[in-house]
């Protein structure tokens, strides 16, 4: 069975402080990578994925994430944070093999809070 | 508003009631999923349809949870006999637009905004 784990639950920063979340995965076959954020009072919203190829992706608000396979990691990176980046952000796998291709495996979330 | 579209947002019930949840998907959206989602952690995979058939349920907490998806359109998760241990956000997506030729489509999930649950 696949597992995800972020390692910070809580992270606080500064704006224009750099940000790094991890994320690792435990499977060992092929996966489908990817990171939601659900911002105060809002839904889960797609931040980013990876299917395949370039393990750099770009998401949206200046949001990237890294893929290692031999770390088993894909970890959110962004250089500069906003006030507006306080949220909480979830990674998340599917593995691609039978059924299990179609459910989304979580981890426990890292709320971030950026002070002005 | 084209997005998922769950109902109520938020249901307050008594023990041992039972409790019916309504999720819209996005419109020619043939996959659908429900989630599961307690306070600090991400959320959990319950059940998922294609179409009108519920190819995976294993997931479900137990047998008082049940989903249908009877026409292939909107789905509904019903919790029969509630416990304080069911209070929770629960979670619909979809995903995979019938027809595109982009097979990782399938693999994107949007999200509702939840329904949650609180068992007294």
């Known amino acids: 069975a696949q597992s995800v784990s972020q390692h910070n639950h809580h992270v606080i920063l500064s704006e224009a402080a750099s940000l790094e979340l991890g994320c690792n995965y435990s499977?060992?076959?092929?996966?489908?990578l990817f990171w939601y954020v659900q911002y105060p009072g809002q839904h889960l919203q797609l931040l980013l994925k990876?299917?395949?190829?370039?393990?750099l992706v770009k998401g949206i608000k200046g949001f990237e994430a890294e893929f290692i396979k031999s770390k088993f990691s894909f970890n959110l990176r962004k250089p500069s944070v906003q006030w507006s980046d306080t949220a909480e952000y979830f990674c998340a796998v599917n593995a691609l093999i039978n059924n299990a291709g179609n459910m989304l495996t979580f981890g426990g979330g890292t709320r971030l809070m950026v002070k002005p | 508003d084209t997005g998922v579209s769950q109902d109520p947002r938020h249901k307050i019930t008594k023990r041992g009631q039972n409790v019916t949840f309504r999720c819209d998907p996005i419109s020619e959206h043939n996959r659908l999923y429900w989630y599961r989602q307690t306070l600090g952690q991400g959320p959990e995979f319950l059940t998922y349809?294609?179409?009108?058939?519920?190819?995976?349920k294993s997931r479900l907490l137990s047998d008082r949870f049940s989903a249908e998806r009877p026409k292939g359109s909107f789905s509904t998760l019903e919790i029969q006999r509630t416990e304080q241990g069911d209070s929770a956000m629960y979670l619909c997506a979809s995903s995979y637009p019938g027809g595109t030729s982009d097979v990782r489509a399938k693999n994107i999930q949007y999200f509702g905004a939840g329904t949650r649950l609180s068992v007294l």
């Open positions: 499977y060992g076959g092929t996966v489908n």
């Open positions: 990876y299917f395949s190829g370039d393990p």
């Open positions: 349809f294609q179409n009108e058939a519920q190819l995976e």
